[in-house]
């Protein structure tokens, strides 16, 4: 028998029509269709439902159990970080391990090791006045006295035992002084016409080395030239040094060490930090580069522990109320104790898998405890939400099996879907970024099932106490049975603003109309932005703007802005006597015609060889030999004795150039320089211009033995500026069908899903715009960010689009309006507590940190505007009906109606005698009794 209509109102009646029957239409506003997807959204939310309520109905009624067994197990994760490995080197992080700068770079370690590393110095007056005087040069020599007598080491050690020389020479620090052997007697006799009738000299060699000398490489300023070209003044001088490297991999630092060398470069900047009257001196080594770097990242962690406390207090504040009863700071403590445990999993699973730490993960920490805050957030609001700390008739148990019901599924989502675009960014050629990426996702899994086990099981311990009515700080002390809580602690003042004001703002008429063109004008601006966001990266950025190392570097692009960057062509084992005629000159040729090849700067030994042949053993040349290069010698016996000769005397520097095997030429090299080069997009199409010449099909027949390629150490980072646009696009596509995928299956409905990804969609656009706006480029630092970006943006959206779907209030601005009183707060705090973790790295010194800081400011401010203004508006719009109630259905089953139940009825009579067809809405009332409503 049907339920009884106890209440009603007349039905309007709807125009003529000679349809028949009853259509059912539900109290939201859309007629019902017994389909098979919605049986399977239903289906998959009610399975996930329900298996939620059972674990944290198990939690719940033994949380020690739960609690012993969650450390025990973390703790058995966290032994990995015994294997912690750290790895610091860029060539080893940021390049595919696979891709040709690393193959050549291993052939050079084999064949061409190189054996020294360069510190260097610049000299510089403060009024900045010229410096190729008399004075200028003597107190250069000054200096250098000074860099050359420096002990180091506490042994002893000083110069000349660490310095490399080239070829069996004395060694000789490049600078200008060179031109007059370092000679203090020479240089005070010079008067200063000489000097620059000296430096305008062609051909400069050096009368101590017997290299050529490039003058613009040593001396710049700006440098002012005379009409003839000549150089009148300069202001700034560079010496070179060159040092033994004697380097080994320290696995505990992830870098290479050199004890000596750190050791004497740790002296030389000890020597110049405090200045000099008159002067200005800079000094660059790779001691002080690294150090510079380390010291910026290990004096952020002040930041990361200020962020953890700042985190605990906002926590404590919003988690529960101000009362003694109900506040809940030793919940927000042990919450943020289950996010710690999270991170030690991360670092100890991280670590056993043998994936190696970077720079790149000390920011791991705070992303972890931004995903898990927001964690902590929407479990805590859906136990209010039922009133959870109301002493009623259902047990502890119930409630917390209630809460998880409907908080396990929002956070089984926002994890999915970030462990999803973690994974996928594990895909990378890129082995920090991959490594990185693995470590995120398991940080993420673990703050997930910690989550729903040891942080309900002390979520249980805590409802407990407010039970039995324990003071919140001190559970031991019993509250008085006629204590009550103050009045304006029961109060929610931001879900009754989110309710009473701001649902009604956004999902009125006019504003959903401000906010559909706000959020057209963002997007608009967002591509345009996108069009004007550069790739570029450049490794001065590591460094703080105020270290000595990043001073250099600046000063000496400035000083010295013609320097190219210096390459070289590596020819392996071919018959130079025989066929060195035709493939020298042919490399020679085609790096001459090279657009991106300084003119005059290729440097062949073969050519010089071969000319030194002709002016000076010209007898043992084949008959009838005119051109010089087109000439052998007699035999290949010959062609190697004279080669020995040559390079004992006048070509003793093209030595290192050369490696012989068995008295024989196993491979050689001819050195270039680049043009400036700005921005990584030129320097990678001057890289690809010279591999995409210079490569081994160049010599015909030419095995792995033959070769021949071009390498430069700034290859290794072009290269990777050249896949990194890929890479981030790729990541990118792929995680946001992903994020498609998962939220279609754990939302359970097609229309939520795709104005979720709409959602993120939107962010990524304005977060690449502003990050342009913002100086930002596209390099490896952003490239991760905007991949975390996904997930955490998703995070946002999935809450309300699922607090949407879960909602049966009415309509869809109904169903909204509940939807943000009931999961708004909890999104909000997430989304502000993540900034709190981040804001102190405004005023990080590390790119990296700062960076991050930058990108989270804009992941919060935009995920939260579409996920909080933006999504609202489409869903109660667009949006789809809400699940089936599963738990009514299973109280109510055989007896009660559920909360919304359909009746339909075959209408009484003839199909003529009925011309229209009826509208009925039947739902339960708080009587048990179905109510017929309009």
């Given at each position: 028998?049907?339920?009884?209509?106890?209440?009603?109102?007349?039905?309007?009646?709807?125009?003529?029509?000679?349809?028949?029957?009853?259509?059912?239409?539900?109290?939201?506003?859309?007629?019902?269709?017994?389909?098979?997807?919605?049986?399977?959204?239903?289906?998959?939310?009610?399975?996930?439902?329900?298996?939620?309520?059972?674990?944290?109905?198990?939690?719940?009624?033994?949380?020690?159990?739960?609690?012993?067994?969650?450390?025990?197990?973390?703790?058995?994760?966290?032994?990995?970080?015994?294997?912690?490995?750290?790895?610091?080197?860029?060539?080893?992080?940021?390049?595919?391990?696979?891709?040709?700068?690393?193959?050549?770079?291993?052939?050079?370690?084999?064949?061409?090791?190189?054996?020294?590393?360069?510190?260097?110095?610049?000299?510089?007056?403060?009024?900045?006045?010229?410096?190729?005087?008399?004075?200028?040069?003597?107190?250069?020599?000054?200096?250098?006295?000074?860099?050359?007598?420096?002990?180091?080491?506490?042994?002893?050690?000083?110069?000349?035992?660490?310095?490399?020389?080239?070829?069996?020479?004395?060694?000789?620090?490049?600078?200008?002084?060179?031109?007059?052997?370092?000679?203090r007697a020479i240089i005070s006799n010079l008067t200063n016409d000489q000097i620059k009738a000296t430096i305008n000299s062609q051909g400069l060699v050096s009368p101590m080395t017997g290299q050529n000398i490039t003058i613009e490489r040593l001396v710049g300023g700006p440098v002012k030239r005379g009409q003839n070209g000549d150089i009148e003044e300069a202001s700034v001088l560079k010496v070179d040094y060159r040092l033994k490297k004697q380097d080994i991999f320290d696995e505990g630092s992830g870098r290479d060490v050199d004890q000596y060398a750190d050791a004497w470069e740790e002296e030389l900047e000890k020597t110049f930090e405090n200045g000099?009257?008159?002067?200005?001196?800079?000094?660059?080594?790779?001691?002080?580069?690294?150090?510079?770097?380390?010291?910026?990242?290990?004096?952020?962690?002040?930041?990361?522990?200020?962020?953890?406390?700042?985190?605990?207090?906002?926590?404590?504040?919003?988690?529960?109320?101000?009362?003694?009863?109900?506040?809940?700071?030793?919940?927000?403590?042990?919450?943020?104790?289950?996010?710690?445990?999270?991170?030690?999993?991360?670092?100890?699973?991280?670590?056993?898998?043998?994936?190696?730490?970077?720079?790149?993960?000390?920011?791991?920490?705070?992303?972890?405890?931004?995903?898990?805050?927001?964690?902590?957030?929407?479990?805590?609001?859906?136990?209010?939400?039922?009133?959870?700390?109301?002493?009623?008739?259902?047990?502890?148990?119930?409630?917390?099996?209630?809460?998880?019901?409907?908080?396990?599924?929002?956070?089984?989502?926002?994890?999915?879907?970030?462990?999803?675009?973690?994974?996928?960014?594990?895909?990378?050629?890129?082995?920090?970024?991959?490594?990185?990426?693995?470590?995120?996702?398991?940080?993420?899994?673990?703050?997930?099932?910690?989550?729903?086990?040891?942080?309900?099981?002390?979520?249980?311990?805590?409802?407990?106490?407010?039970?039995?009515?324990?003071?919140?700080?001190?559970?031991?002390?019993?509250?008085?049975?006629?204590?009550?809580?103050?009045?304006?602690?029961?109060?929610?003042?931001?879900?009754?603003?989110?309710?009473?004001?701001?649902?009604?703002?956004?999902?009125?008429?006019?504003?959903?109309?401000?906010?559909?063109?706000?959020?057209?004008?963002?997007?608009?601006?967002?591509?345009?932005?996108?069009?004007?966001?550069?790739?570029?990266?450049?490794?001065?950025?590591?460094?703080?703007?105020?270290?000595?190392?990043?001073?250099?570097?600046?000063?000496?692009?400035?000083?010295?802005?013609?320097?190219?960057?210096?390459?070289?062509?590596?020819?392996?084992?071919?018959?130079?006597?025989?066929?060195?005629?035709?493939?020298?000159?042919?490399?020679?040729?085609?790096?001459?015609?090279?657009?991106?090849?300084?003119?005059?700067?290729?440097?062949?030994?073969?050519?010089?060889?071969?000319?030194?042949?002709?002016?000076?053993?010209?007898?043992?040349?084949?008959?009838?030999?005119?051109?010089?290069?087109?000439?052998?010698?007699?035999?290949?016996?010959?062609?190697?004795?004279?080669?020995?000769?040559?390079?004992?005397?006048?070509?003793?520097?093209?030595?290192?150039?050369?490696?012989?095997?068995?008295?024989?030429?196993?491979?050689?090299?001819?050195?270039?320089?680049?043009?400036?080069?700005?921005?990584?997009?030129?320097?990678?199409?001057?890289?690809?211009?010279?591999?995409?010449?210079?490569?081994?099909?160049?010599?015909?027949?030419?095995?792995?033995?033959?070769?021949?390629?071009?390498?430069?150490?700034?290859?290794?980072?072009?290269?990777?500026?050249?896949?990194?646009?890929?890479?981030?696009?790729?990541?990118?596509?792929?995680?946001?069908?992903?994020?498609?995928?998962?939220?279609?299956?754990?939302?359970?409905?097609?229309?939520?899903?795709?104005?979720?990804?709409?959602?993120?969609?939107?962010?990524?656009?304005?977060?690449?715009?502003?990050?342009?706006?913002?100086?930002?480029?596209?390099?490896?630092?952003?490239?991760?960010?905007?991949?975390?970006?996904?997930?955490?943006?998703?995070?946002?959206?999935?809450?309300?689009?699922?607090?949407?779907?879960?909602?049966?209030?009415?309509d869809r601005n109904q169903r909204m309006t509940e939807a943000l009183y009931e999961v708004g707060p909890a999104v909000f705090h997430g989304g502000f507590s993540t900034f709190l973790a981040f804001a102190l790295l405004s005023a990080s010194q590390s790119y990296v940190f700062l960076t991050f800081f930058k990108v989270f400011f804009l992941v919060v401010i935009f995920g939260m505007f579409h996920g909080m203004v933006f999504l609202p508006v489409m869903l109660s719009l667009i949006g789809p009906a809400p699940y089936a109630d599963h738990k009514a259905s299973k109280d109510n089953a055989g007896s009660q109606p559920t909360d919304v139940q359909r009746?339909?009825?075959?209408?009484?009579?003839?199909?003529?005698?009925?011309?229209?067809?009826?509208?009925?809405?039947?739902?339960?009332?708080?009587?048990?009794?179905?109510?017929?409503?309009?």
């Amino acid at each position: 028998m049907p339920p009884q209509a106890n209440s009603g109102a007349a039905l309007p009646t709807p125009p003529s029509t000679t349809t028949t029957g009853v259509t059912v239409v539900d109290q939201y506003g859309e007629e019902e269709h017994d389909s098979c997807c919605r049986n399977l959204t239903n289906t998959i939310n009610g399975a996930l439902e329900n298996f939620f309520a059972a674990i944290g109905r198990g939690v719940a009624n033994n949380p020690w159990k739960v609690i012993i067994i969650s450390l025990v197990l973390s703790l058995l994760c966290m032994v990995g970080v015994l294997e912690l490995q750290s790895e610091n080197r860029g060539e080893k992080n940021w390049v595919s391990q696979t891709s040709d700068p690393i193959k050549h770079k291993e052939w050079i370690d084999d064949v061409f090791p190189i054996p020294s590393r360069t510190s260097k110095l610049l000299l510089e007056k403060k009024d900045g006045s010229d410096l190729l005087t008399r004075d200028g040069l003597l107190k250069l020599y000054e200096e250098d006295q000074k860099v050359k007598g420096m002990l180091f080491n506490k042994t002893g050690y000083q110069w000349t035992d660490i310095c490399y020389s080239a070829a069996g020479s004395a060694c000789i620090p490049t600078s200008v002084l060179e031109l007059w052997s370092y000679d203090r007697a020479i240089i005070s006799n010079l008067t200063n016409d000489q000097i620059k009738a000296t430096i305008n000299s062609q051909g400069l060699v050096s009368p101590m080395t017997g290299q050529n000398i490039t003058i613009e490489r040593l001396v710049g300023g700006p440098v002012k030239r005379g009409q003839n070209g000549d150089i009148e003044e300069a202001s700034v001088l560079k010496v070179d040094y060159r040092l033994k490297k004697q380097d080994i991999f320290d696995e505990g630092s992830g870098r290479d060490v050199d004890q000596y060398a750190d050791a004497w470069e740790e002296e030389l900047e000890k020597t110049f930090e405090n200045g000099d009257a008159d002067y200005v001196i800079f000094t660059y080594s790779l001691w002080a580069n690294d150090k510079a770097s380390e010291d910026a990242s290990n004096g952020d962690l002040q930041f990361f522990v200020v962020g953890y406390i700042l985190v605990i207090i906002y926590l404590s504040i919003m988690l529960g109320s101000f009362s003694r009863i109900g506040h809940k700071i030793l919940l927000a403590i042990a919450g943020i104790g289950v996010i710690g445990i999270s991170i030690g999993i991360a670092y100890g699973l991280g670590s056993a898998f043998q994936l190696k730490y970077t720079g790149v993960h000390n920011v791991l920490p705070f992303l972890l405890l931004g995903i898990g805050v927001d964690d902590l957030f929407v479990i805590v609001q859906s136990w209010d939400n039922i009133g959870g700390p109301i002493r009623d008739h259902r047990t502890i148990p119930e409630k917390i099996s209630l809460a998880m019901r409907h908080a396990g599924v929002s956070v089984l989502v926002t994890s999915v879907t970030d462990i999803c675009a973690f994974a996928i960014g594990s895909a990378t050629i890129l082995p920090a970024l991959r490594s990185f990426s693995v470590w995120c996702a398991i940080g993420i899994l673990a703050i997930f099932l910690l989550t729903i086990t040891l942080f309900t099981a002390l979520l249980t311990l805590d409802a407990r106490r407010q039970e039995k009515e324990r003071d919140a700080c001190c559970c031991c002390l019993k509250l008085s049975s006629d204590y009550e809580p103050p009045s304006c602690s029961e109060t929610k003042y931001l879900k009754g603003f989110l309710k009473n004001y701001y649902a009604r703002v956004i999902l009125s008429t006019p504003g959903k109309v401000i906010v559909l063109i706000a959020v057209a004008g963002l997007l608009g601006g967002g591509l345009y932005g996108m069009t004007e966001l550069e790739q570029n990266f450049d490794f001065v950025w590591f460094l703080p703007t105020d270290s000595r190392p990043r001073m250099f570097i600046e000063k000496d692009r400035i000083a010295f802005p013609g320097n190219g960057v210096p390459g070289d062509i590596y020819i392996g084992r071919i018959d130079y006597w025989k066929d060195g005629h035709v493939h020298m000159d042919k490399i020679k040729t085609a790096l001459e015609n090279d657009k991106f090849v300084s003119e005059g700067t290729v440097s062949s030994w073969f050519h010089h060889y071969n000319e030194w042949l002709h002016q000076n053993h010209r007898d043992m040349l084949e008959d009838n030999c005119v051109a010089i290069n087109k000439c052998k010698t007699k035999n290949d016996t010959v062609f190697y004795q004279l080669l020995d000769v040559f390079l004992a005397g006048e070509g003793k520097h093209y030595k290192s150039l050369i490696k012989m095997d068995d008295k024989r030429i196993r491979a050689s090299k001819i050195q270039y320089t680049h043009i400036q080069l700005v921005g990584s997009v030129q320097q990678v199409d001057a890289m690809d211009s010279i591999t995409g010449t210079i490569k081994p099909g160049l010599i015909p027949d030419g095995g792995e033995e033959i070769l021949p390629f071009a390498f430069n150490q700034n290859y290794i980072n072009w290269s990777t500026n050249k896949v990194i646009s890929t890479e981030l696009v790729r990541n990118i596509a792929l995680a946001g069908a992903c994020v498609l995928v998962v939220t279609l299956f754990l939302l359970s409905n097609l229309v939520a899903s795709l104005l979720v990804v709409a959602c993120v969609a939107f962010s990524l656009i304005e977060i690449a715009a502003f990050m342009g706006f913002w100086g930002l480029t596209i390099d490896t630092v952003t490239t991760i960010i905007l991949v975390i970006a996904i997930g955490l943006t998703v995070d946002y959206s999935v809450h309300i689009a699922h607090g949407f779907m879960a909602s049966r209030a009415g309509d869809r601005n109904q169903r909204m309006t509940e939807a943000l009183y009931e999961v708004g707060p909890a999104v909000f705090h997430g989304g502000f507590s993540t900034f709190l973790a981040f804001a102190l790295l405004s005023a990080s010194q590390s790119y990296v940190f700062l960076t991050f800081f930058k990108v989270f400011f804009l992941v919060v401010i935009f995920g939260m505007f579409h996920g909080m203004v933006f999504l609202p508006v489409m869903l109660s719009l667009i949006g789809p009906a809400p699940y089936a109630d599963h738990k009514a259905s299973k109280d109510n089953a055989g007896s009660q109606p559920t909360d919304v139940q359909r009746q339909i009825s075959q209408p009484k009579g003839r199909p003529s005698e009925r011309d229209h067809e009826m509208v009925i809405v039947i739902e339960k009332g708080s009587d048990n009794t179905a109510y017929v409503k309009e």
